[in-house]
């Protein structure tokens, strides 16, 4: 694909729209990539690649996969970014791991994940178990697939899936594809509680998504996360996706996850679909 300017300015533009507050975490680091193209660049560049094990990639690419499921589900409202609210699990091991999706309506949906190592990166498998259901819009033959780099610096997203419209159940295909960048850096956090600042692991992404309708694309997201190994304290786990108007790249919708766990990658957390 032929990188713009143009394409560079608006997904810059998308990052900084992402960042918004942070009060909800206040102890978290800014993620570097929050201020723009250049910034991210540059932060990447005097930072490490992640550190991540299997379980961690197999964690991951589910909450991924999670995500996009939601982020699709918006588009299918007849009110445009619906306020809606959801509870998301992850529970992974070195190989295999699974995520369940629950809405407030009593909707359920529940995604496996196989991992399979190999010498320049790994791929991760997901499928969606029989029932599957997102406020009412039932997934068929969810099928995902998501690649690591060998380093762990480089994530790319695949899936795809088939909702049936809550309202006219229609069969509507759904195709959801993303590239992210994954960087680490040692950060200096002030704990609100002890008002100290050891050193900690944060680990980064930040990129975009794209999900497209029949064949064609519908919705542009961008994406900024951080990552927190548990390490003598819950670990964190938070996702801020921001949907682009087509026309002006300003923020149309807004999704954030936020999860707490443990080793080796169990996390629990609420997303939040609302407008900005």
């Keep these: 694909m ?25 102890a978290n680091p800014d993620n570097p990539a ?5 910034k991210a660049s540059a932060a990447e560049r005097a930072s490490a690649n992640p550190t991540f094990d299997a379980s961690e990639r197999t964690g991951l690419a589910l909450v991924e996969s999670s995500l996009s499921l939601i982020a699709a589900r918006t588009h299918i409202d007849p009110v445009s970014c619906a306020a809606k609210s959801y509870k998301v699990s992850v529970d992974a091991l070195d190989g ?6 629950t809405d407030l309506d009593g909707g359920k949906t529940v995604l496996d994940a196989l991992l399979t190592e190999a010498t320049l990166g790994a791929q991760v498998d997901v499928a969606a178990r029989a029932g599957a259901n997102l406020y009412g819009a039932a997934i068929k033959d969810y099928r995902g697939d998501h690649q690591w780099s060998r380093k762990s610096n480089i994530f790319v997203d695949h899936a ?3 909702f049936k419209h809550p309202q006219s159940g229609k069969f509507i295909p759904y195709v959801e594809n993303s590239v992210k960048d994954y960087f680490m850096r040692i950060e200096d956090v002030i704990d609100p509680k002890t008002e100290v600042d050891p050193p900690e692991s944060w680990e980064y992404d930040w990129g975009f998504e794209i999900i497209t309708k029949t064949g064609f694309p519908v919705a542009k ?3 900024l996360s951080w990552y927190r190994q548990q390490d003598g304290n ?7 996706k921001v949907l682009l108007d087509p ?11 936020t999860a707490s766990g443990f080793s080796p990658f169990e996390y629990e957390g609420t997303v939040k679909v609302s407008k900005p």
Excluded at 5 to 22: D, E, K, R, T, W
Excluded at 247 to 257: M, Q
């Design 247 to 257: 026309d002006t790249n300003k923020a149309r919708c807004r999704i954030v996850y």
């Design 34 to 38: 929050a201020f723009g193209l250049n």
């Design 160 to 162: 795809e899936w088939t």
């Design 234 to 240: 819950d670990g964190i786990v938070k996702v801020k």
């Design 2 to 26: 032929k990188t713009t300017n143009h394409n560079l300015s608006a997904i810059a533009m998308g990052v900084a729209l992402a960042m918004g507050s942070l009060s909800a975490l206040a």
């Design 96 to 101: 295999e791991g699974t995520a369940t999706i």
């Design 221 to 223: 997201w961008t994406e």
